[in-house]
């Protein structure tokens, strides 16, 4: 049972906002998505929230994450502005890639955000890359690096966990095992119970955790993440959960039942959250109401900024394609 995270009442109400404003984030994407505003595809996390926000809450600036294409919170949590993010789904000049393609590809290395490619699990072996430099060069940052259990079993998961255990890299693995892999059901692609008893055949410790439990997801996190900054290696987190909307929003997911739907979102991570809160006496009406006030204002005004946001103009395409060379980096500093 991993110890209690030491919290404050500003970190538990800050959790909160990341929930809320995540959530709220996606819900508008859908919306925008039916009104035909939004360029490409949109791979809901809603329901999933808590684990972007357990596990990426109190990374350093430094700490690199590799997200996946339904861990929107997480470029939230790592200082992306909500508006920044608008725009970069709106394929808008003002997003993170100046509209070279959708969040899912996105990254900001000032931030410590990978922008994963496509090919799912190819991001774990780039953590390992990234937290290697942190060996190299003595720092005690980490790498988090997120994937789905369809994801796990690709060759790049496999060669990743070895690596790192072999060379106890500061990574930590994040499953986030929402049960379908696509139309897939995890016990068609799976002859184990989980997948974090894997970790055991690497030689680093698996933990399997209730992904929609903030607090249990952020505990089992900060204790992977303070045995990585101790060069005591790897740890794989699995976390259970359920994705509420398809695949993509084009995806009726027709595959799974209503049943199974609706008992997933009785088990909503934000009232579990909330009512947390309340017996704590952190959470009234009152904060409530300001809360959805202020949410719904700083997307309000991210749409707004997206929708008046210049199109990229072409060249954009050949921009920051390759990292600067010492000598520019040296010229810009000075
Ligand atoms: C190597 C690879 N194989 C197949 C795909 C096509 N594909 C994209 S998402 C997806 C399902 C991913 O499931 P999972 O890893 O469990 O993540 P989830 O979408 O459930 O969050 C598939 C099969 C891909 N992008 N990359």
């Not at 109400?13 to 505003?37: I, N, T």
């Not at 966990?161 to 693995?173: D, Q």
């Not at 439990?213 to 101790?230: N, P, S």
Request: net charge negative; charged share 25%.
């Amino acid at each position: 049972m991993p110890k209690k995270p030491r919290l404050s009442d500003d970190d538990l109400l800050e959790m909160h906002y990341s929930l809320r404003l995540s959530r709220a984030f996606e819900e508008r994407l859908s919306v925008l998505h039916r009104q035909g505003k939004i360029i490409g595809g949109i791979y809901s996390g809603i329901g999933q929230e808590a684990i972007t926000v357990g596990a990426c809450y109190g990374l350093r600036r430094e700490d690199f994450i590799c997200p996946l294409h339904r861990d929107l919170g997480a470029f939230l949590l790592k200082g992306v502005p909500a508006r920044v993010l608008m725009a970069q789904v709106f394929g808008k000049r003002t997003g993170l890639s100046k509209g070279k393609d959708s969040y899912l590809h996105a990254g900001d290395s000032r931030l410590g955000i990978f922008g994963n490619t496509s090919m799912l699990g190819a991001n774990l072996p780039v953590a390992c890359g990234i937290a290697y430099g942190f060996r190299l060069r003595r720092q005690d940052h980490v790498a988090v690096a997120f994937f789905g259990e369809g994801a796990a079993n690709v060759g790049d998961v496999h060669e990743a966990m070895n690596f790192a255990a072999v060379h106890r890299l500061a990574v930590v693995f994040v499953c986030e095992n929402n049960l379908y892999a696509f139309s897939t059901p995890f016990e068609q692609a799976f002859a184990i119970p989980e997948v974090a008893v894997r970790a055991q055949a690497y030689g680093f410790p698996g933990v399997d955790v209730y992904g929609n439990d903030l607090l249990r997801v952020h505990g089992v996190m900060q204790e992977a993440i303070a045995r990585a900054r101790r060069g005591e290696g790897p740890t794989l987190v699995e976390c259970k959960t359920f994705r509420w909307h398809g695949h993509s929003e084009h995806d009726p997911a027709s595959y799974r039942t209503e049943e199974e739907l609706i008992e997933w979102r009785s088990r909503d991570p934000i009232p579990l959250f909330e009512r947390y809160l309340t017996e704590k006496g952190l959470l009234t009406d009152e904060v409530q109401r300001r809360l959805t006030e202020r949410i719904e204002k700083e997307i309000d005004e991210a749409v707004a900024f997206a929708e008046e946001s210049p199109w990229p103009e072409g060249p954009e395409a050949f921009e920051d394609i390759y990292a600067p060379s010492e000598a520019e980096v040296s010229h810009g500093e000075g």
